[in-house]
């Protein structure tokens, strides 16, 4: 088993900036996948961004340019830098990580974007 831990959300301001992170402990061998999605009130969740163990990345279009993915694969943590953060950012964030075909989730970390 896998755990995740996810850590960084809060309210912040339109424009402002927040880090998440998502550290990983338990059974780790190698993680092909490590990423964030997202899910707002009333909608499905989302695939935000993800890295790959080859460290590609991919990124849903509405945070190009304004999110970054990262992953320290020494402390098997990955992390969000979101930045010019929306209204429309507004969501409950979730990490996620695959191995060996398996799907891990944290609990998820709540980001409020408001004025």
């Known amino acids: 088993q896998v755990q995740l831990v996810e850590s960084g959300g809060g309210l912040v301001q339109p424009g402002g900036s927040l880090r998440l992170s998502c550290a990983a402990s338990?059974?780790?061998?190698?993680?092909?996948?490590m990423g964030w999605y997202r899910q707002a009130p009333g909608k499905g969740r989302e695939l935000v961004a993800t890295?790959?163990?080859?460290?590609?990345?991919r990124y849903r279009d509405s945070v190009k340019g304004r999110f970054t993915i990262s992953r320290d694969n020494a402390k098997n943590t990955v992390y969000l830098q979101m930045n010019s953060l929306k209204a429309e950012d507004t969501a409950v964030y979730y990490c996620?990580?695959?191995?060996?075909?398996?799907?891990?989730w944290g609990q998820g970390t709540q980001v409020t974007v408001s004025s």
């Open positions: 996620n990580v695959v191995q060996n075909s398996y799907n891990y």
């Open positions: 338990g059974s780790i061998f190698r993680f092909n996948v």
């Open positions: 890295m790959s163990s080859g460290s590609i990345t």
